[in-house]
């Protein structure tokens, strides 16, 4: 039986470990797991998708992208054909970005971002100790984290804030936490809520995304 290629990008910055707990049948899909590279200076969003493509090496193959990465599978989509392009915690053009993000993308605050502070994460674990919600989610970013130079955070913040896409695709699948604290629900439209799901739900709400996956890659 020949296997479907599924290919997996991780959000800004993170590892493909994030989809540690994300199980495909074995029998049905292949899996492959795509990592940042490093964007040349000032380099378009479309060139760097470009780049990135030429890691894919089946054709047809099904695109999962998280958060940022869900930005990036629709720019390699204008690449190469893809059976399928499917996105979590994302959104599917930059009308649904949230206020705060059409406000950075004016006043390019985007700019002010302190990226630098990405490699004191785990100091910053450290000293919200007391406060486990917070201490708990320093230390999935830490574990995560696998891109920590600050060329390409600044790059990355610009990139997606700068996002050209004002019409969604039709042919995105759009999988999407309810209570999603990044891109807020109520900004979105055509999307597969996801009960409890917030921004990290690919960590958290796997049990639902193995469930579901196959039958939404099939359809």
Not at 3 to 11: D, T
Not at 56 to 78: D, M, R, T, W, Y
Not at 157 to 169: F, G, Q, T, V, Y
């Amino acid at each position: 039986m020949h296997k479907i290629p599924v290919y997996f990008m991780p959000g800004l910055a993170a590892s493909p470990t994030i989809f540690e707990n994300i199980v495909l049948p074995a029998e049905q899909f292949e899996c492959f797991y795509l990592e940042w590279i490093i964007p040349v200076p000032n380099e378009p969003l479309a060139n760097y998708a470009k780049r990135l493509a030429e890691n894919i090496k089946h054709e047809n193959p099904v695109l999962i992208g998280v958060s940022f990465g869900g930005v990036i599978v629709q720019e390699l989509a204008k690449v190469i054909a893809a059976r399928k392009v499917i996105i979590i915690s994302s959104v599917r053009c930059n009308a649904e970005f949230p206020r705060r993000m059409r406000f950075a993308k004016i006043t390019h605050a985007y700019w002010l971002f302190p990226t630098r502070l990405v490699n004191s994460v785990p100091l910053f674990a450290k000293m919200y100790k007391g406060n486990s919600v917070i201490a708990k989610r320093l230390e999935l970013y830490d574990k995560f984290l696998s891109v920590r130079d600050k060329k390409y955070l600044d790059w990355a913040l610009k990139s997606i804030i700068l996002w050209d896409r004002a019409e969604p695709a039709a042919d995105v699948i759009h999988i999407h936490g309810d209570a999603d604290e990044v891109f807020p629900p109520r900004y979105l439209k055509d999307y597969i809520p996801v009960k409890g799901g917030k921004h990290i739900m690919i960590i958290n709400k796997a049990k639902w995304l193995n469930e579901n996956l196959p039958g939404l890659i099939l359809r």
